[in-house]
């Protein structure tokens, strides 16, 4: 980091630009995160609303895969990660007694870096999250669920010919429509998606950032990229993070034309900081 | 333009490419300003060689804004600008549309200083012409010195001065009315002393609108059909600004 940088990252006590919406979907407050002793996440307070997208961008390391994993709890299976401060969905508490982590990762659903289905057929790879969590009764709604599914993630058209075939046999773009399919089945109230367009070519990109724009009606979406004109085009608001601290969130119509922070400034246009 | 940083970015060869384009723009100022330097000798002291040297250069002028054009859309399209980087391309692609339409201006008085190069009309407007010149030539020099230099609150103020540049032009134009009610037989020369006018303060418009750049490129406020003098005063910087969104 440039003297100035540096300078300007230590004198940083709070996040620039408003980290609180009127209608939050999700609050993050004041979120600690450790792995063993190394604190990776410094006082991150962050709101994700209804029906937006929120993305998340920083340089590697600087702890925005790991924010969005605290998000559905996922950081709970690596056992040195300890999680600080205070996470709700809808008012409930994360991290409470109460809050059962499979029932929260269905109403928190997320989409990996790369597409990850299940050695399945692609009419099971949708159904298995329906069919564990009982939301069908019977085969016909089953059925529904699925095609349902598959024509939200704007993949149906494509695979209804052979449902049965095993969901690896499809294109790197159509396996990730079909993880989103698949998450989006169990219906969630929520979508993470951990740089979900890294391994797919610019015209798969640009079918799953149609179908972000889609989902964004009836979902809140937090999408973690390395994509800076991904994060501008698909979201509504942009959260900069770097070494842990959430430096600047905002419009993302202002944070690409006008960042407040230095280091945003210093990010988004690729110079040294 | 050293607030901007130019020169930090990692990819050495966009730092160049900027390096670039700021340096043609401000040749391609210092051009217009020469031009219209020139135009208003040539009008003020009848020079019909110097007021055709003008006109035949405008090419230059207009050439120079395509050139700056091409390489700010290459920088838009392999570079995808952001921020201050973004705002430097929209501020130079529209301050040079500006800049050739001055050079236009100052065509258009080599133009009419060569056919009134013949008359000794203009002798008796030169206090007036040389007086709006004077106004219009300052502003157009210290709007392109704060582009070069980035300095918005010096752009701010340099953009009121067209308020006197306008005044002048007013009177100089009731003179002119009045002249021609008096003594229709000089209509044809009344008239192009006329648009020699108006050009000069069509240029005090278009410093104006590098001025309000200026402002957008440095600060990232749009401040074009606003009370500029109301927003000297607020003059807040969106760094300060409670409404952050």
Known sequence: MSDAAKEAFDA??????RVTVDDPKMQAQNVDVFYGDKQAIYDVT???AKNEVVAMIGPSGCGKSTFLRCLNR????IPSCKVTGDITLEGE????KDMDPVLLRARVGMVFQKPNPFAKSIYDNVAYGPKIHGLANNRAELDDIVESSLQRAGLFDEV??????PGTSLSGGQQQRLCIAR?????PEVILMDEPCSALDPIATARIEEL?????????????????QQAARVSQRTAYFHLGKLVEVGETKRIFTNPSHELTENYITGRFG | MDKLHLDQHISQQFNQELEDIRNRVLAMGGLVEQQVSNGLIALLENDGDLAEQVSKADYEVNAMEVEIDEECIQVLARRAPTASDLRLIVAVIKAITDLERIGDEAEKLGRFAAELSSSNQILE???????LGGLVRSMLQDSLDCFARLDAEAALKIAQRDDDVNAEYENLTRLLTTHLVEDPRRVTEILKITWCARALERIGDHSVNICEYVVYLVKGRDIRHTNIAADNHKNTSPKNDPNLT
């Open chain 1, 160 to 165: 209804k010919d052979r449902l049965t075939a």
């Open chain 1, 212 to 228: 972000i724009d889609e989902l964004r009606e009836n979902y809140a979406i937090a999408i973690v990229t390395h994509s800076m």
């Open chain 1, 46 to 48: 962050l709101d994700v």
């Open chain 1, 12 to 17: 940083l006590k709070e996040t620039v630009g």
């Open chain 1, 74 to 77: 996922m950081n709970d299976t």
């Open chain 1, 183 to 187: 998450t989006i089945a169990v219906s």
């Open chain 2, 125 to 131: 407007y030169r206090k007036e012409l040389r007086h």
């Open chain 1, 93 to 96: 508490s994360l991290y409470s």
